[in-house]
């Protein structure tokens, strides 16, 4: 891997949509980030109401799967408005919050959209900086990017190339929002194995970056095993410039040359080998991780931001394929953590599969401090089965802030949106959902919901193929939730929603 070239930052607006794409060709020669913005551009793409989109139809019976594109949702959900995909046209990702503002990942880039009125979002600015997943987050004036894929450099004008080739790069990219219209990208951090996702833990005056990456296969040099650990960044504020690696805390130690994660296959068929992490969720106040690591779910301690310390792991051998990401309960004593069973491309929310693999796992946290333990108490997945040709596993998602009670909605790939209580970890149960039929009816196509994350007294989702959701849940269980308000918020750095401070 190569030194980090310096950022190509200049950020170009363009007139409209049609303007960017007559010179996309140019400015990616050039390695310029292409932002073009939306306000008042009456060719872009409207915002669509629930009436304008396809029929809507309440209930879904019994076994019953939608028609294609046809939307069904439980009569305590509400669509209220659809932003379609526009000049990014790759993959739909991850969303963050700022005010009134969401931040929406893409393959190609990322976008921003004014939420201040819900039921009309509004497209601020779209930036072309292709690289994948462009996994998203915002602290302050800056705004955090992934890049896992080998690209030719660190501009936004890369170009994918092999794993293969030494001269690569991939890692972390920042920009800078203070002009929310006009992102500036002002440094680039190259970490081992790029950067698939990542979780902040906001400090005064600096910023930390807990960079997860692993090994997909053999084709990725950089991430063979032993490759059981983590990237930190410390990014200065004041000087997002100055971003660097400050770490590689090892988390999997072990003898060998596959260190000391689950071995996987064929010691324990069906189950990923532990290379890595594919996401960790940090509650700052209390100073506690939980990290999904492929084959390995663990519990940790990051008192000390540049040393996390694990104080609890755990596996599925008989269920779990593949450790996805991880959701606390507001009290620090559960942990819900997600099975990506197929990679998030596999039809698996059948009868063939069954209700325990691809689902998610509750595991209580019991004892303090050092001694704490994780123990499973059961499984949830989604009670609707989908068509064979849609994508559908347990996927993103985010607590709905009610005290007394552990609430969730959660993003189901073209299992669509579920909302579900887990109040009592060994019963939980769905309460409400939103979901579209298939893209295809003869064809396995990749689309549905990528994240689905509560915010301020709504949901909103980020569908992989139709692009921005908005929903409204009306339900006495759920209602008080809409009090709290929130100035920022990334699902993976969880907030204490009920900080007096606030």
Request: net charge neutral; hydrophobic share 35%; charged share 20%.
């Amino acid at each position: 891997m190569h030194t980090p070239l310096s950022p190509r930052s200049r950020i170009r607006r363009l007139g409209a949509a049609t303007a960017a794409a007559g010179l996309l060709a140019a400015l990616l020669a050039t390695g310029t980030a292409v932002a073009t913005p939306d306000p008042g551009d009456e060719r872009a793409p409207a915002p669509v109401s629930a009436a304008q989109a396809a029929e809507t139809r309440s209930e879904m019976r019994a076994g019953e799967i939608p028609g294609v594109d046809e939307i069904v949702r439980s009569s305590n959900i509400e669509h209220l408005a659809n932003v379609p995909s526009d000049a990014l046209k790759s993959l739909n990702t991850d969303l963050a919050f700022q005010g009134r503002y969401a931040f929406a990942g893409n393959y190609d880039g990322f976008r921003i959209f004014d939420i201040s009125d819900p039921k009309a979002p509004r497209s601020v600015v779209q930036v072309l900086c292709p690289g994948s997943q462009n996994d998203i987050s915002v602290s302050g004036n800056l705004l955090f990017l992934s890049t896992d894929s080998s690209r030719s450099d660190d501009s936004c004008a890369s170009t994918t190339q092999p794993a293969s080739v030494k001269e690569s790069w991939e890692g972390m990219k920042i920009f800078d929002i203070s002009d929310i219209a006009n992102p500036k990208y002002v440094a680039s951090v190259e970490t081992a194995c790029g950067s698939h996702t990542h979780t902040l833990l906001p400090k005064r005056d600096d910023v930390y970056v807990y960079v997860s990456s692993y090994s997909p296969s053999a084709a990725f040099p950089d991430c063979l095993p032993p490759h059981d650990g983590i990237s930190v960044i410390k990014v200065p504020r004041a000087e997002p410039q100055r971003a660097k690696v400050v770490g590689f805390p090892v988390l999997f130690p072990g003898e060998g040359p596959d260190g000391g994660g689950n071995p996987g296959a064929p010691t324990n068929p069906g189950v990923s080998k532990t290379t890595g992490c594919h996401d960790i969720t940090v509650l700052p106040e209390q100073d506690l991780a939980a990290g999904a690591c492929m084959g390995d779910g663990i519990l940790f301690d990051v008192s000390d931001p540049e040393r996390p310390r694990v104080i609890d792991r755990v596996q599925d051998n008989v269920n779990f394929a593949f450790w996805h990401s991880a959701t606390f309960n507001q009290k620090a004593r559960k942990v819900v953590f997600t099975d990506e069973l197929g990679g998030g491309g596999g039809a698996t929310c059948n009868a063939t599969v069954g209700p325990n693999r691809g689902a998610n796992g509750i595991y209580d946290i019991r004892g303090k401090g050092d001694k704490r333990k994780l123990v499973f108490r059961s499984y949830f997945k989604i009670p609707r089965h989908q068509a064979d040709t849609e994508n559908c596993v347990a996927h993103n998602g985010s607590l709905i802030p009610v005290k007394g009670k552990d609430l969730m909605v959660q993003a189901w790939y073209q299992g669509g949106v579920s909302v579900w209580d887990f109040t009592d970890s060994s019963r939980p149960k769905e309460i409400g959902y939103f979901e579209r039929g298939p893209l295809s009816a003869t064809t396995l196509s990749v689309g549905g919901s990528w994240s689905a994350y509560y915010y301020n007294g709504h949901i909103y989702s980020n569908d992989i193929a139709k692009g921005l959701d908005v929903l409204k849940i009306s339900d006495k269980r759920t209602d008080p939730a809409k009090r709290i308000r929130m100035d920022e918020l990334n699902v993976q750095t969880q907030p204490d929603y009920f900080d007096r401070r606030r």
